[in-house]
């Protein structure tokens, strides 16, 4: 008889755990994965991609003043908030539908509960109420939003995960918070015609981005009608009539507000687990440590994706499932190497980055060169957008080799993911600067930079 009761067992059925319990599946193991919500995870049922549906959304109301320019009447048009938010979730259910398919071809077991690590090799199924043995454990469980419990009032407003399902689409609304999660959640509620704030406790929207592409972003969506409340905390919030709140700040300003928003941040989920008393190591923040190879203090448990605290991105948690994968049931060892990676935000304008900021490169003791470019994008002057483009080179002055590049504008997400392979090889200014533009289009500008 086999000694364990599965060869790997997944808690956690987010983008890393399916990719995870997959691959392992189809290398020929005995896997089980096991979700308490729906499979999924994130990224799939309220995060990267019903988001990106949103922006999308929000897209059209410049889009229709856009094409005027163009010789194009479009007075006719109007915004259904119902209609958008049940094709979205519809979607993201179809999705989850699809992972459950491909678990179930690769030979996973699903498992709808909630699990609690007993020891090294144990679990326990807390509605089922019986226990499970695993050669191995793999956590996935992915992270959550946080409220701040210690302000007066904070129940009254909601998070990025009820932003996707409201009943209504508010006319006006405060969005705490000045990272990705906020700056992309105001620039979907304006673009869809709300009255938009954030409120920010730093001096700049974004930080850890470049600090030129913090400016850009921030100064174009003043423009185009958020405003922006930076160096203020929200101190209270009350309820009004109406469902409307009055939010106090620390500066003393008072906000009413039909919507109040949470965009502070995200914690790993990892409470009431009983990873501690298995032993496995956390973090201060909750997470749990892991090696290069994503093992934590115990040999015979893993983790990967946010639960990790790493580098909080889909695709890195699925690339960390496959060095896993390989690692454990194909016995080629492998770390992702978690350098490089390019990260986008759906902002308006949207920014694709990778590699070191300024600060970052000038902190690391690199003498550097500076290329930078700032233009309006050619559909954009037809159209009598303002909008306009913001690229950044970071090179070694010593070697040359380009340390980042950074945009912010039309197109720049997808701009990036090709960006980022030139810098993940180690690519010099010198080789960007033969290659050859594509024209008329605004990626060209990224070898034609010739001056710093």
């Not at 089980?32 to 059209?60: D, M, N």
């Not at 730093?202 to 592409?213: C, Q, T």
């Amino acid at each position: 008889m086999p000694q364990y009761d599965y060869d790997l067992f997944v808690i956690g059925a987010g983008s890393g755990g399916v990719r995870a319990a997959r691959l392992a599946g189809r290398a020929g193991a005995k896997v089980a994965i096991a979700e308490q919500v729906q499979i999924g995870g994130t990224c799939v049922l309220r995060g990267c991609v019903p988001k990106k549906f949103f922006v999308y959304a929000s897209e059209f109301s410049q889009a229709f003043r856009d094409a005027k320019g163009f010789g194009w009447t479009v007075d006719w048009a109007r915004f259904d908030w119902p209609t958008l938010r049940d094709a979205v979730q519809n979607e993201v259910n179809r999705l989850s539908g699809i992972y459950a398919t491909n678990l179930g071809a690769a030979g996973v077991e699903m498992i709808d509960d909630r699990v609690v690590v007993i020891d090294p090799h144990t679990v326990r199924l807390t509605r089922e109420g019986r226990s499970v043995t695993a050669e191995r454990i793999l956590v996935a469980t992915g992270g959550h939003t946080t409220r701040p419990t210690t302000i007066k009032g904070q129940e009254l407003g909601i998070t990025s995960t009820d932003a996707f399902v409201l009943e209504a689409l508010p006319s006006s609304i405060v969005i705490a918070g000045g990272g990705y999660i906020a700056v992309e959640f105001a620039t979907i509620f304006s673009g869809l015609g709300v009255d938009t704030t954030i409120v920010y406790r730093g001096e700049r929207i974004l930080r850890g981005f470049d600090h030129d592409v913090r400016a850009h972003v921030q100064a174009d969506l003043q423009r185009t009608g958020v405003n922006i409340i930076c160096g203020s905390t929200i101190e209270d919030v009350s309820g009004l009539s109406h469902g409307k709140k009055l939010v106090t700040l620390s500066n003393s300003m008072k906000l009413e507000t039909d919507q109040l928003m949470w965009a502070i941040g995200r914690e790993p989920n990892t409470a009431n687990m009983g990873l501690e008393s298995a032993g496995v190591r956390l973090t201060e923040r909750g997470a749990i440590a892991v090696d290069a190879y994503s093992r934590s203090s115990v040999p015979s448990i893993w983790a990967i994706g946010d639960v990790t605290d790493r580098v909080n991105l889909t695709p890195v948690a699925i690339r960390e499932a496959v060095a896993f994968v390989e690692t454990e049931f194909h016995g080629r060892p492998l770390a992702f190497d978690h350098a490089d990676i390019a990260s986008a935000v759906f902002s308006r304008p949207p920014i694709g980055a990778v590699g070191l900021t300024e600060e970052q490169a000038r902190a690391k003791g690199h003498k550097l060169k500076i290329f930078r470019t700032n233009f309006r994008p050619m559909k954009h002057i037809v159209a009598g957008n303002d909008q306009r483009v913001l690229m950044k080179m970071i090179v070694d002055a010593a070697s040359d080799r380009v340390l980042g590049v950074h945009i912010a504008g039309v197109d720049s997400p997808e701009q990036i993911q090709l960006a980022a392979i030139a810098v993940k090889a180690g690519l010099t200014k010198a080789q960007w600067d033969l290659t050859c533009a594509v024209h008329p289009t605004g990626a060209e500008e990224l070898v034609l930079m010739g001056e710093p």
